[in-house]
């Protein structure tokens, strides 16, 4: 098993532009999440899924849009990206039951220009 | 607001020079407390979950515990390939059951 794959490792953005991150996983599991990871600030969650086709607002929503339009895929838009973006991405995913632990993704580091 | 603080920020230790590391916590109904490792560049690695005070985890030279305001990493007689940065998180009930709150994480540093 692959376990929690992210697409691209790495971009550059210039303010205003779009782009759409990738998380794929292939344990099966229900639920599906997006964070920032910020030097000082520690993990925050974007949006997270708790089935195919449904999404939540997490602690940081706000610039992001978020698609699950297949279990095992889940998506993370910016429509115009903002320097305040610039930040890693961890995708994650659980079982939706006990055990509870969510196992990462290697990430993707943004920097928007 | 579930806060979750973690101490020190950054600690150094000699190979083999036991320590702990704490995680505190203010939460209304704590559903488990997870440990997790990062190594730089990577994403988080899943070790211990702990669900109610007085519990006990260990792997290798790991040992997390918990009471009912705070968990503790014991790393007993660490190698240089322990250096990570150890973040605590906690899983609460309610509405927001579904998240994990996250602390800012203790980098270590063992050096031969």
């Known amino acids: 098993n692959a376990g929690v794959t992210q697409t691209p490792k790495f971009r550059v953005l210039k303010t205003g532009q779009s782009m759409t991150l990738l998380c794929a996983q292939d344990?099966?599991?229900?639920?599906m999440y997006w964070y920032r990871q910020d030097p000082g600030m520690g993990l925050r969650l974007i949006h997270y899924?708790?089935?195919?086709?449904?999404?939540a607002k997490g602690e940081v929503p706000d610039g992001y849009n978020v698609s699950r339009l297949k279990k095992q895929n889940f998506l993370l838009g910016l429509e115009s990206a903002a320097p305040s973006q610039t930040s890693v991405y961890f995708c994650?995913?659980?079982?939706?039951?006990?055990?509870?632990?969510?196992?990462f993704g290697p990430g993707t580091r943004l920097t928007v220009t | 607001e579930d806060q979750v603080t973690q101490s020190p920020e950054a600690l150094r230790l000699q190979e083999g020079e036991s320590s702990s590391l704490n995680c505190s916590y203010t939460?209304?109904?704590?559903?488990?407390l997870f440990w997790y490792r990062q190594d730089p560049g990577k994403g988080p690695e899943f070790l211990f979950t702990?669900?109610?005070a007085g519990e006990e985890k260990e792997k290798e030279r790991l040992k997390a515990t918990l009471t009912k305001k705070e968990s503790f990493l014991h790393i007993t007689a660490p190698k240089p390939e322990d250096s990570a940065t150890y973040l605590c998180?906690?899983?609460?009930?309610?509405?927001?059951?579904?998240?994990?709150?996250f602390g800012k994480g203790t980098k270590l540093s063992v050096i031969p």
């Open positions: 939460v209304s109904g704590l559903r488990g």
């Open positions: 994650a995913s659980t079982p939706g039951q006990s055990p509870y632990e969510q196992y």
């Open positions: 702990l669900y109610s």
């Open positions: 899924s708790v089935g195919e086709g449904t999404t």
């Open positions: 344990m099966n599991h229900e639920y």
């Open positions: 998180a906690v899983r609460v009930s309610g509405a927001g059951s579904y998240q994990l709150t």
